[in-house]
């Protein structure tokens, strides 16, 4: 069993920037690959970004590359959203899980991404 948390939201102005902390207790992290949701209000979640738990491989959407990225500290059984040039587009609710590659995901509970104009 994994217990995912995720912390690091606020309120920024467009053009601003946030790191989310996705942190995870009950397991080592580093077995799981991690990945970023997002669901804005009345909207479907939206896949944001991703990274392997074997060699760290990254996977971004369209929507966010260039801006975001995601690392992993596997000594602070951690995962980063380091969220640049925000747009208010990205005002959502952003999940983060931790996959172990065999049908297992979990999912924390979210932080609020609010981006003002």
């Known amino acids: 069993q994994v217990h995912v948390v995720e912390s690091g939201g606020g309120l920024v102005q467009a053009g601003g920037s946030l790191r989310l902390a996705c942190v995870a207790s009950g397991q080592p992290f580093s077995k799981y690959s991690a990945a970023w949701y997002r669901q804005a209000p009345g909207?479907?979640?939206e896949f944001v970004a991703a990274i392997n738990w074997s060699?760290?491989?990254t996977y971004y959407a369209d929507s966010?590359?260039?801006?975001?990225?995601?690392?992993?500290d596997n000594a602070k059984n951690a995962v980063y959203l380091q969220m640049n040039s925000l747009k208010p587009e990205d005002t959502a609710i952003y999940h983060c899980?931790?996959?172990?590659?065999?049908?297992?995901?979990?999912?924390g509970q979210g932080t609020q991404v609010t981006v003002s104009s």
């Open 43 to 45: 909207k479907e979640r």
């Open 55 to 57: 060699d760290s491989t």
């Open 97 to 107: 899980n931790a996959d172990d590659g065999l049908g297992l995901v979990y999912w």
């Open 64 to 72: 966010v590359k260039g801006r975001f990225t995601i690392s992993r």
